[in-house]
């Protein structure tokens, strides 16, 4: 079963803009990551959140994690042709040792 | 390379036959994750080890599904009778620690059942 839901589910932008996914979850939780998929390709980490913190950066990368609400966003800032992939978050329950995947929001950069 | 390893990549079977997919993890990550990716989905957890035992095997669909790693290293994902509903991207992901941390996956098998 799929802990995340990612929103929008397809993104579509010009280059130079920024893009924003966010992500809603459902039990309690350790941290949440954010992963990317280019097309027929594995998932590449991008940044994790534990649950004790608020927002993370990282390069063009902004993350938040709402714990109160069960919602976390990732923000890419000044998007590129070569940010368009799919985007994952990807959460690991209290208790649980496994990591679950939304379904991914799909991004488009247009040039 | 250093990067997790998926042997084959693309594997075309039919339907009833047995199948095996390999996962060479990164060199002493601990543990070890199977996931399954349909088109346009999410990866769905299958198993977790964590040396060699399987922590959490919760997300095998079913009895035709079966996974080890004897040696706390390599590990083979066994799949018994193939049906067409199994046809999916198989990924494999490794983690230094046995908290979840970081996972690193490999570019996944691609199995197509005909």
Not at chain 1, 17 to 34: D, G, H, V
Request: proline share 3%.
């Amino acid at each position: 079963s799929q802990q995340g839901e990612e929103d929008p589910q397809a993104l579509s932008i010009q280059e130079g803009e920024n893009a924003t996914m966010n992500c809603s979850y459902k039990t309690s939780i350790n941290n949440l990551q954010w992963y990317r998929q280019n097309s027929g390709r594995g998932l590449v980490h991008l940044i994790l959140i534990r649950s004790n913190e608020r927002e993370k950066h990282s390069g063009r990368l902004r993350v938040t994690l709402d714990t109160s609400k069960k919602s976390s966003s990732l923000l890419i800032t000044a998007s590129r042709a070569a940010d368009t992939a799919s985007y994952f978050c990807a959460t690991d329950s209290q208790g649980a040792q496994k990591l679950v995947f939304g379904q991914g929001t799909r991004l488009t950069i247009n040039p | 390379g250093a990067g997790v390893s998926q042997t084959p990549s693309n594997k075309v079977t039919e339907k009833g036959k047995y199948v095996e997919l390999r996962c060479d993890p990164i060199s002493g990550h601990t543990a070890l994750y199977w996931y399954r990716q349909s088109l346009g989905q999410g990866p769905e957890f299958l198993i977790y080890f964590q040396g060699t035992g399987a922590a959490d095997d919760s997300g095998l669909p079913n009895d035709r599904f079966f996974a080890v790693r004897p040696e706390g290293s390599v590990s083979t994902l066994k799949i018994q009778r193939t049906e067409r509903g199994d046809s999916a991207v198989y990924l494999c992901a490794s983690s230094a620690t046995s908290r979840t941390g970081e996972l690193f996956f490999g570019e996944g098998s691609r199995l197509t059942v005909l």
